[in-house]
Nanobody, 127 residues
Framework: QVQLADSGGGLVQAGGSLRLSCAAS????????MGWFRQAPGKEREFVAA????????YYADSVKGRFTISRDNAKKVVYLQMNSLKPEDTAVYYC????????????????????WGQGTQVTVSS
């Protein structure tokens, strides 16, 4: 069983940066695809970014492409989401997720493709 712990959220002004972390315990982290999703108030949860097991392949939602970067450290069992040039519309609860299907192609971008979820971390961007 995999447990994921999200952290790093907070309050930041528009144009600022934050780095989210997601620490995994249990399971075989280095074989999982990992993703970040977010859910704004009154909206459905949406895909943000995904990374494959090795870290060599990534995929981003159009809304964050060029501003956010997903990365992972398999030795530390951590996946990161570096968020730059933040906008008020990035305000949401951010969740990391693990996809237990090894080598999924293309990378998962739908909730149903992920098996384990973090508890979420709040990101608030003020204008």
């Amino acid at each position: 069983q995999v447990q994921l712990a999200d952290s790093g959220g907070g309050l930041v002004q528009a144009g600022g940066s934050l780095r989210l972390s997601c620490a995994a315990s249990g399971g075989t982290f280095s074989s999982y695809g990992m993703g970040w999703f977010r859910q704004a108030p009154g909206k459905e949860r949406e895909f943000v970014a995904a990374i494959n097991w090795s870290g060599r392949n990534t995929y981003y939602a159009d809304s964050v492409k060029g501003r956010f970067t997903i990365s992972r450290d398999n030795a530390k069992k951590v996946v990161y989401l570096q968020m730059n040039s933040l906008k008020p519309e990035d305000t949401a609860v951010y969740y990391c997720a693990a996809d237990a299907e090894f080598g999924r192609v293309p990378l998962g971008r739908h909730e149903g493709e992920y098996d384990y979820w973090g508890q979420g971390t709040q990101v608030t961007v003020s204008s």
